[in-house]
Structures are given as structure tokens and as C-alpha cells.
């Protein structure tokens, strides 16, 4: 079965930039896709098809792919950017594949 | 823009089964999209429990399909899980979600909902 690795945390200091890498060997056929959650909240979608950014989505998220791994940037990163961040990839009439989040520190 | 609100019982008692519907607005269920229920147990990381589509045609993950049901209803424009026989361990929060057909659209996620499985 298809399994999704990234980091547990990273820390950056506000203005820096965050990196966060999710590799699986299904990221070499299928598209990636991140979202960030907040406690409490509804996950929401920062990038869809390894680097497309919906709408509503601050500039600086941004999505990169490379062989078997995509990358989530945050160019710039606030103190509101704070979150957990999952890559997953969904192919159809397969099953949906998560990574195991990324906790994003900014202080 | 989809919305999605997962709605059912909070409390469920083990051996009994989980019944959750996730209620789709601002589209149609019978879309470009697929419908997914997945869970977060507390302190754990995310399980995809199982799809559907608008067709009726469902898949599961192999490790929860002996006590997985998922439906659709396109007249309610909702979908539907049920867990049998839940003990403890299935304790989590329920998520559902809309998944783009090929990835080349936005997904749609659910709030979540506690479920706790308790006597």
C-alpha cells in the first residue's frame, strides 16, 4: 500500500521561510495536495495538483513537485501560518493516502 | 463552493453501530467529485475510512471493510457512513470530504464531528 512521509515539525522564525517535504512513491503518478488545520477547525485546502493555490490563499503558499515528493513553501511565514500540515494524495477508485502531519511552529 | 456539515450521534456505546451523514450544499452530490469519510483518532494521524460515488459505487480501506457502509442518497444530496460492532479504539473525529475527480479542482472538507464510543 502507498504511504506519504513528512516531517513531524518545523520551525521557523516569523519572515523566514518554511519548507515542509511529503514523499511517497505515489507522487510520481498522482497529484499532491496539502491542507492546513487549526484546532477546532475545518482543514483547509492551501494547494490542489502538486502546486495550484485556491483562491483566498495568501501568495505566499506554494507548491513544488519533484519525482516522488512535493513540497509545501511559505514564503514569509506569520505567526498565523501556525498549523498542522498534511500532504494526501486521493487517486480515483484508490484509496486516499495521508502523510502523518507536519506541525509548523512560527516564533 | 461546496460545504460540507457531518451530523449524527456524539456518543456511541461499544458494540453498537456509528451512524454519521454528511450533507453536501452549494453543488450536487452527483458531480465531478467523489465522497470520502476519514477519521482522526485522539493524538493519532488521519485514516481514510472509505469512497463513494454519486453512482452508488463504493470502496473501502481493507483494514475497517467488514464493518463499513458507506451510501449515497442524490435526492437528500447527503451520504452516509456506518461502523458496526465500534468498540473504544474507534473513537476519533469523523471527517467527511469531496474529492476532485483527477485532482485537477479543489477538494472540500467537513468540520469533523467527536465520536466517542462509550458504555
Known amino acids: 500500500s502507498y504511504e506519504l512521509t513528512q516531517p513531524s515539525s518545523v520551525s521557523v522564525s516569523p519572515g523566514q521561510t518554511a519548507r515542509i517535504t511529503c514523499s511517497g512513491d505515489?507522487?510520481?503518478?498522482?497529484?499532491g495536495r496539502w491542507f492546513q488545520q487549526k484546532p477546532g477547525q475545518a482543514p483547509v485546502l492551501v494547494i490542489y495538483k502538486d502546486s495550484e493555490r485556491p483562491s483566498g490563499i495568501p501568495e505566499r503558499f506554494s507548491g513544488s513537485s519533484s519525482g516522488t515528493a512535493v513540497t509545501l513553501t511559505i514564503s514569509g511565514a506569520q505567526v498565523d501560518d501556525e498549523a498542522d500540515y498534511y500532504c494526501?494524495?486521493?487517486?480515483?477508485?484508490?484509496?486516499?493516502?495521508f502523510g502523518g502531519g507536519t506541525k509548523l511552529t512560527v516564533l | 463552493q461546496l460545504q460540507l456539515q457531518e451530523s449524527g450521534p456524539g456518543l456511541v456505546k461499544p458494540s453498537e453501530t456509528l451512524s454519521l451523514t454528511c450533507t453536501v450544499s452549494?453543488?450536487?452530490?452527483?458531480?465531478?467529485?467523489?465522497w470520502g469519510w476519514i477519521r482522526q483518532p485522539p493524538g493519532k494521524g488521519l485514516e481514510w475510512i472509505g469512497s463513494i460515488y454519486y453512482s452508488g459505487s463504493a470502496y473501502y480501506n481493507p483494514s475497517l471493510k467488514s464493518r463499513v457502509t458507506i451510501s449515497v442518497d442524490s435526492s437528500k444530496n447527503h451520504f452516509s457512513l456506518k461502523l458496526s460492532s465500534v468498540t473504544a479504539a474507534d473513537t476519533a473525529v469523523y471527517s467527511c470530504a469531496g474529492f476532485c475527480s483527477g485532482g485537477l479542482c479543489l477538494d472540500y472538507w467537513g468540520q469533523g464531528a467527536l465520536v466517542t464510543v462509550s458504555s
Open positions: 505515489v507522487l510520481a503518478k498522482k497529484y
Open positions: 494526501y494524495s486521493a487517486p480515483d477508485n484508490n484509496p486516499v493516502v
Open positions: 452549494g453543488g450536487s452530490i452527483s458531480s465531478s467529485y467523489y
